[in-house]
């Protein structure tokens, strides 16, 4: 059995090594990209399409929910679960359609972001602006100007993987494919919703689980780091919204850890494994760490759930 990878079980680099929040450049390839996309979501709204809408959602919910939530967040990144080879590719190819990179640079971010999360070195905390932690840490943050190497330091086992390695580098490939088939098969109105305006609205829907749930909502857990858990964030990223709660126990596979805390990516991840295609589902035992939580709390020593 394989061990699993978090950012607890990695060597933690040396100070000049790890990512800082401060400005850098501004990447004009990035923001010149950013800008396209933008544009193109305001223009589909004047192209509107019912089938296209259609279209739009079901790919809205294979890019965002089986391949960031279930694929690059709880499978890749801190192994939540398992799956077959041809499910976790499957997956990470949805994933690349949101058009967040390739998996090495998206789980490296993330497992950065756990390991340091609201200190020094956390690649997008609000601490250093709000809107510097939804999305201007991608057009002019350090992290994007280091090499694959140093991503590669928090990315061990994806590194020795060579399907995940090749998608690291060719992330665009599924992307541009599947829009060259919409172009076929809808035109350009099918281009402008299902690429163009999805994939815009799906950036800016991850983005607020680094700012807004690192700012707004409710705590649970009492961590190092804001995070919080936030209902409207949760609606919209399928489940990701409930992040105080991921803090706390990032290897769960099941972040909406009450009743009514909706959690579409695990009712994902329980499919699977319904159908015989998902195991060893990680979950957190709620009462068990909730009682553990109080008892610290009365003894007057409140230590923290996690780092």
């Known amino acids: ?72 967040h709880r499978l890749l990144t801190h192994r939540g679960y398992k799956v077959p080879k041809w499910v976790e590719y499957f997956l990470t190819t949805c994933a690349t359609l949101a058009l967040e990179g390739g998996p090495i640079f998206w789980v490296g971010t993330h497992r950065i972001h756990h390991q340091t999360s609201d200190r020094e070195g956390d690649p997008h905390s609000p601490r250093d602006g709000g809107w510097w932690a939804h999305m201007g840490w991608i057009i002019s943050g350090e992290v994007l100007h280091h090499g694959n190497p140093e991503l590669e330091r928090y990315t061990p086992d994806l590194r020795r993987d060579k399907y995940h390695a090749w998608l690291s580098k060719w992330h665009w490939i599924p992307l541009t494919t599947l829009g060259l088939i919409l172009l076929a ?62 803090h706390a126990h990032p290897v769960s596979a099941r972040h909406g850890l009450a009743w009514y805390e909706i959690d579409l990516n695990y009712y994902g991840i329980c499919i699977l494994k319904g159908l015989g295609l998902a195991k060893d589902v990680k979950v957190v035992d709620m009462p068990k760490k909730l009682r553990e939580q109080e008892e610290k709390l009365a003894s007057g020593k409140p230590e923290l759930v996690s780092a």
């Open 1 to 72: 059995m394989s061990a699993i990878i978090t950012p607890d079980t990695l060597t933690k680099p040396a100070a000049s090594q790890v990512y800082t929040a401060k400005r850098g450049k501004i990447n004009w390839y990035t923001a010149f990209v950013m800008a396209v996309f933008h544009i193109g979501a305001v223009a589909a709204l004047f192209m509107f399409s019912w089938k296209a809408l259609l279209v739009t959602a079901i790919l809205w919910y294979f890019s965002l929910s089986c391949g960031i939530g279930m694929g690059y």
């Open 185 to 246: 098969v809808g035109g350009w109105t099918y281009v402008m919703w299902c690429i163009f305006f999805r994939v815009t609205v799906g950036l800016h829907a991850t983005w607020l689980v680094n700012s807004a749930t690192h700012m707004w909502g409710s705590r649970r857990f009492i961590t190092k780091d804001d995070s919080t858990n936030n209902w409207w964030v949760a609606m919209v990223t399928f489940g990701e919204g409930w992040h105080n709660n991921h």
